[in-house]
């Protein structure tokens, strides 16, 4: 196939290399995982580009690179120049010039600041305008496109531009796919778009010399354990054994005194479990669980109970846990008078040691909780229980592919959360993620020579259509890079493409009002 010599147009601040001078050239266009960059060999005859020469390259300036074919030249990049190094011997002189595209200002800044209640679009703008300095408008039209997701709170503290651009690209979804692609265009434009959105106009028909086809397993898993914030309780109402003598999973008795509803003092709910104690030493009540509704203090580690008592008890507080055979563990704190005070203790064999427990005490099988308020002597007065369970265990869920399982063994994935506040949310990120994950990824890379993108080169981000019949292969592909590498001596531009193919994330299986939470800084990205 005969194609025209490639041409190349270069320009670094104030100085324009004649096409003379280039020895060799490569353009390295990336998108989101990373920027775009350039190094670029120049003849320095006369050492003209040198810093005392009669047209020094200078490092920190701007410039810009276009490479193409016969009449059409168009641009790759605009870039500044970070490196200038002098390579001599004896009979050649050469200098060896690279950087970024600008691209690179997204590294320069971090972020200190709180996102609250934002789309995903606006916290993109944001960095731009305030941190970054790219332009995202062409022709009036906005290249930072809207996405469907909102943040409620985002939290930064000293993290680069870069790693936030990149956690919203990943998590933010569009029409229930999420993903979105980032880069700065050849015109230095920052473009922000759903992934897969952009297909390029180029043709590879008839155009590629050499392909290398794989497919990977390295990323599949299939067996996705997910945890959500550990805050399962029994019950799962957490006032609901508080708001009736007779709740579904149990009943409330007097162990001295009386037990009463009452709708009148209350933290949460319809009211809570008041006991009146009269010329009495203590006042106590009881809860006690039906069978099978034994709580299990291994799996949830929190007991957590809200207590507001009288001035006439003297603030000490009996607090029991009764196994199913009777068998007792007691801790025993103060609370203050006529206020409510909420009282969280650790539970289970692992946190023993702050109990005083009856030997043979079966952690796993607890079966009663009583309270008692102490008197200095025989005293006469009421206090209130309300908003009881035992808590502290995470949401969670397993989701399984045994089909891949069957192809390729058993891979596993753990993955918390603390997002997501059920094991449904839990059920749908797990849903999603194995979906994504079950199947192999696809990687090709193209070579040619012989291509001719015209004006519209292929760009990192982009979709390009591949068919390979030996490989079986018939289908898009997104562009994860481009290399375009002009060589003066033998008068070639070869383009290099690196693609790859994978399973989509759906937030459809996910709980798509849930909030977004994240809190980084330099420290925590540091330890990942």
């Known amino acids: 196939m005969s194609v025209d010599a490639p041409v190349v147009a270069i320009v670094f601040g104030g100085v324009t290399p004649p096409q003379g001078d280039v020895v060799e050239l490569r353009v390295h266009w990336g998108c989101t995982r990373e920027v775009s960059s350039f190094e670029a060999l120049l003849q320095n005859w006369g050492g003209k580009y040198s810093p005392n020469g009669a047209t020094p390259v200078s490092v920190g300036v701007d410039g ?3 490479v193409g074919r016969g009449a059409s030249c168009p641009l790759l990049m605009t870039c500044r120049v970070e490196s200038v190094k002098y390579e001599s011997t004896p009979v050649e002189s050469y200098v060896r010039v690279s950087g970024r595209c600008w691209g690179e200002r997204l590294f320069r800044r971090v972020v200190t600041k709180t996102y609250e209640n934002k789309k995903g679009e606006e916290i993109v703008k944001d960095l731009l305008d305030y941190y970054v300095g790219l332009s995202h408008v062409r022709d009036s039209t906005e290249l930072v496109e809207d996405t469907d997701t909102t943040y409620t709170s985002l939290a930064y503290e000293n993290t680069p531009v870069i790693d936030v ?20 265009a050849p015109d230095g434009k920052f473009e922000f778009f759903p992934r897969n959105s952009k297909t390029s106009s180029v043709s590879l028909s008839e ?7 794989g497919r990977d397993i390295h990323r599949v898993r299939n067996c996705i354990t997910v945890y959500g914030v550990a805050d399962k309780s029994v019950p799962l109402d957490k006032d609901s054994w508080t708001e009736s003598l007779t709740p579904a999973d149990g009943a409330w008795t007097s162990t ?24 009495l030493n203590y006042g106590g009540c009881l809860f006690t669980l039906d069978a099978g509704k034994e709580v299990d203090a291994a799996l949830f580690p929190v007991l957590n109970l809200w207590l507001s008592r009288e001035s006439a008890f003297n603030g000490n507080v009996t607090l029991t846990l009764f196994d199913s055979a009777d068998r007792a563990a007691g801790h025993e704190f103060t609370v203050g008078h006529e206020k409510w005070f909420q009282t969280q203790m650790r539970v289970g064999a692992a946190n023993a040691d702050v109990w005083q427990v009856e030997s043979g005490f079966v952690w796993t099988q607890v079966k009663k909780v009583r309270v008692v308020c102490w008197f200095d002597g025989a005293g006469t007065g009421s206090f209130w229980v309300d908003g009881l369970f035992f808590g502290g265990r995470r949401y969670s869920t397993v989701q399984e592919d045994a089909g891949s399982q069957s192809g390729y063994g058993l891979r596993e994935l753990v993955e918390v959360d603390e997002e997501l506040w059920s094991d449904g949310e839990c059920t749908s990120r797990a849903k999603a993620l194995l979906a994504s994950l079950k199947d192999p990824a696809e990687q090709l890379t193209l070579r040619s020579t012989v291509m001719d993108y015209g004006a519209a080169p292929l760009l990192a981000g982009d979709k390009v259509h591949v068919a390979l019949p030996n490989e079986g292969v018939d289908s898009d592909f997104r562009i994860l890079n481009v ?13 290099a493409l690196e693609l790859g193919r994978e399973q989509p994330l759906l937030a459809d299986y996910m709980f798509r009002l849930k909030s977004k939470t994240d809190s980084l800084s330099r420290y925590k990205l540091a330890r990942a």
């Open 64 to 66: 810009s690179i276009s």
């Open 256 to 279: 001295s005194g009386n037990v009463s509803f009452d709708s009148a003092v209350k933290v949460k709910g319809s009211g809570s479990i008041k006991t009146y104690a009269q010329n």
């Open 483 to 495: 290399e375009y590498n002009v060589d003066a001596k033998t008068q070639t531009l070869e383009t």
């Open 165 to 184: 651009l990149q956690y919203v690209a990943e998590s933010a979804d569009k029409a229930g796919v999420i993903g979105y692609d980032f880069r700065v």
């Open 207 to 213: 155009k590629i010399e050499q392909s290398e086809y």
